[in-house]
């Protein structure tokens, strides 16, 4: 194998890794019934962050190492697309998913009944629905990346 045979290898695994659970982080807390358990459901959330964070470094950095090593790739339109798009969703954590993720961190943390507020879902929406964006730009980026198509 070569260097960028190897790197290619890490780079779809990271994918697996840092944009799979991704896929599923909105569906953690949503079924929970009361706070104990929407508390539960952020512990949660937040160690398969650490996994996507990890995973999404990694994809970052085999992705452009491939790039280097083949410098053709930074005239491909495809690779030129998904590097922008990803740039943009990482740009969405702390512009976007961090504001509306701190009013829900602040009542987990100062919130005193077991009943859900009105306003957790309120803040929950936004965050879930920024989700749900960065998610749609993933699938555009892994599609870029199969289909090669310009």
């Known amino acids: 194998m070569t260097l960028y045979q190897v790197l290619l290898f890490i780079h779809i695994f990271s994918a697996i890794i ?9 569906l953690i807390p949503v079924k929970a019934q009361n706070m104990a358990e929407v508390r539960h459901a952020y512990r ?16 970052l950095v ?10 053709a790739l930074f005239r491909a339109g495809w690779y030129v697309t998904s590097l922008t798009l990803y740039m943009v969703a ?45 998610n749609i730009i993933f699938i555009i980026i892994i599609s870029l990346m199969i289909l090669k198509p310009f």
């Open 90 to 134: 990482l740009a969405m954590g702390p512009f976007v998913l961090k504001p509306f993720s701190r009013p829900i961190k602040e009542l987990l943390k100062t919130y005193q009944g077991e009943e859900i507020p009105e306003e957790y879902y309120v803040h929950a929406r936004k965050v879930f629905n920024s989700e749900h964006v960065e």
């Open 44 to 59: 949660i959330r937040t160690m398969v962050h650490i996994i996507i964070m990890i995973g999404g470094t990694l994809l």
């Open 62 to 71: 085999t992705g452009l190492t491939m790039g280097f090593l083949n410098p």
């Open 18 to 26: 840092g944009l799979g659970p991704g896929f599923i982080m909105t």
